[in-house]
């Protein structure tokens, strides 16, 4: 069963950019040594800049720089150290004209300097709940805001999540969400919604968001899921993270056919494909 996806428009530095018409990829760059996937890896600024330059080769609209761990025991990064991380890559990677860059952090401090050395929205994994000031922030700035789902602290996201209704719960607590962002001044028409797989959520609740993904969609805002190489693939499949990427096609195909707007991966080249033949089915049922 596939899910009509609603268009929806952003304003991107001023200039309009319609969701919807594919699926969109978001790329993962983790400048971070301790990520749960590739922690370590492009800890190094170069070789950060260069695996950001190869996702947007590979096919990706927007590369998602973040400079925070947030896997289960991963420890706080002050701002300024995150920052230090964070800032020069996106420099680099919009001085090589790349493309669409996310800043992917829950500290507004970080999310001024990343857009202020080029950076286009911010992604906030937090939903606005860490940082009062993040809010303002997008609303000043005037930058598309990525709020996603999520309950508890770093140190309490988890463990033993519980829900009566996951979807039920997850779309009622992003309403808040939206309603405490508007407030502050923030054009909902600019906010995208992300349902928080994996975070504050068991294996479980992680399939039954993503098998009722298409709820989502009363919200009335573009929607992004995150499923790459994550724990409920492990636990479904029995395999360590570098072995998940056909759990994660298989995720990143159901994200897609439910309605998803852009889908958050680390394997752009392969999950290029996935979507793309997923984008297709969606076209012949229109």
Not at 78 to 95: D, K, S
Not at 250 to 266: E, M
């Amino acid at each position: 069963m596939t899910v009509k996806r609603r268009r929806h428009r952003l304003t991107l530095r001023g200039t309009s950019k319609t969701l919807g018409e594919r699926t969109l990829v978001m790329g993962v760059l983790n400048v971070t040594p301790d990520s749960f996937s590739d922690g370590g890896r492009f800890l190094d600024q170069a070789t950060a800049v260069e695996h950001g330059l190869r996702l947007f080769e590979e096919g990706a609209d927007i590369v998602d720089v973040g400079g925070e761990s947030t896997r289960p025991g991963a420890s706080p990064v002050a701002a300024e150290e995150e920052r230090r991380r964070v800032v020069p890559v996106v420099e680099a990677l919009r001085r090589q004209g790349a493309g669409l860059i996310s800043i992917d952090t829950t500290k507004a401090e970080v999310a001024r300097a990343a857009i202020a050395a080029g950076a286009d929205l911010i992604n906030d994994i937090s939903g606005l709940g860490f940082d009062a000031g993040m809010a303002p922030l997008a609303a000043e700035l005037q930058v598309p805001l990525v709020v996603m789902h999520l309950r508890g602290s770093f140190e309490t996201v988890h463990r033993q999540p519980s829900y009566r209704d996951v979807m039920g719960e997850v779309q009622a607590e992003l309403r808040r969400t939206l309603r405490r962002a508007a407030d502050a001044g923030v054009a909902v028409s600019n906010i995208i919604v992300d349902p928080g797989i994996g975070f504050a959520k068991d294996a479980g609740h992680s399939l039954e968001v993503l098998a009722r993904l298409g709820e989502l969609h009363s919200l009335g805002r573009p929607v992004l899921v995150g499923p790459s190489r994550k724990s409920f693939i492990g636990k479904t499949l029995d395999l360590p993270v570098e072995a998940r990427i056909w759990g994660t096609a298989a995720a990143v195909a159901a994200a897609v056919l439910g309605g998803a707007h852009i889908v958050r991966v680390h394997d752009v080249l392969e999950m290029v494909q996935v979507i793309r033949v997923c984008d297709a089915l969606l076209e012949v049922s229109s």
